[in-house]
């Protein structure tokens, strides 16, 4: 053992460093926020409760029943059942989410193509029992209507929702002969 070593040990130099720490923070005002009085405003694109879109012409929700999001899901917290009606559509009889087993990582928000299930930034909910936290299909649209409609709804899915059609566009003829000349 050095020197050093043993008049750390000694005199506990690192506890006393500690110490200076927190006496040096501890006049300084806090930074707690009282909650129920003092919200914080959810930042754009939060992940927060489910919903289902409504489609804003039909008024009916976007989802077809594909499955992608819950083929997505790492926690298999959703689940879709669907049948087939008259025309031999695909129709989605339930849609449910496991909200106490979601990590909110929103892969279903990226999976679905038709843009039907978003995370709302409403992130201030709670229950007393398992069932008030299992979202059902009607629920779910009820939130899409409370938390996301008119144009809230339209603003989050113009700024949040990838891919779009003009992400798919076709290249100019120029583009491509500039191109074929540098690779010769």
Same mark, same amino acid.
């Not at 491509?176 to 540098?182: D, I, L, S, T, Y």
């Given at each position: 053992?050095?020197?050093?070593?043993? /008049?750390?040990?000694?005199?506990? /130099?690192?506890?006393? @460093?500690?110490?200076?720490?927190?006496?040096?923070?501890?006049?300084?005002?806090?930074?707690? =926020?009282?909650?129920?009085?003092?919200?914080? $405003?959810?930042?754009? !694109?939060?992940?927060? %409760?489910?919903?289902?879109?409504?489609?804003?012409?039909?008024?009916? $929700?976007?989802?077809?029943?594909?499955? %992608?999001?819950?083929?997505?899901?790492?926690?298999?917290? /959703?689940?879709?059942?669907?049948? $087939?009606?008259?025309?031999?559509?695909?129709?989605?009889?339930?849609?449910?989410?496991?909200? %106490?087993?979601?990590?909110? +990582?929103?892969?279903?928000?990226?999976? +679905?193509? *038709?843009?039907? /299930?978003? %995370?709302?930034? #409403?992130?201030?909910?709670?229950?007393?029992? =398992?069932?008030?936290?299992?979202?059902?299909?009607? =629920?779910?649209?009820?939130?899409?209507?409370? *938390?996301?409609?008119?144009? @809230?709804?339209?603003?989050?899915?113009? @700024?949040?929702?990838?891919?779009?059609?003009?992400?798919?566009?076709?290249?100019?003829?120029?583009? #491509?002969?500039? $191109? !074929?000349?540098?690779?010769?």
């Amino acid at each position: 053992m050095t020197a050093n070593e043993f /008049i750390k040990k000694v005199f506990f /130099i690192e506890i006393l @460093k500690g110490l200076a720490l927190t006496l040096r923070h501890f006049f300084t005002p806090s930074v707690t =926020r009282q909650y129920p009085t003092e919200k914080r $405003e959810p930042f754009p !694109g939060s992940r927060g %409760l489910h919903a289902l879109v409504r489609d804003p012409e039909t008024g009916r $929700e976007k989802c077809v029943g594909c499955g %992608l999001c819950a083929a997505m899901c790492p926690s298999q917290c /959703i689940h879709i059942y669907t049948s $087939e009606d008259d025309d031999h559509k695909k129709v989605v009889d339930r849609y449910e989410v496991e909200v %106490l087993r979601c990590v909110y +990582c929103a892969f279903c928000v990226e999976a +679905c193509p *038709y843009g039907a /299930i978003v %995370l709302t930034d #409403h992130f201030e909910y709670s229950g007393y029992s =398992r069932e008030e936290l299992y979202y059902t299909k009607d =629920r779910l649209l009820h939130n899409w209507d409370k *938390y996301m409609a008119n144009s @809230k709804g339209r603003e989050y899915l113009e @700024k949040f929702w990838r891919p779009k059609s003009e992400d798919f566009g076709v290249p100019a003829a120029g583009h #491509h002969q500039a $191109e !074929g000349k540098k690779a010769t």
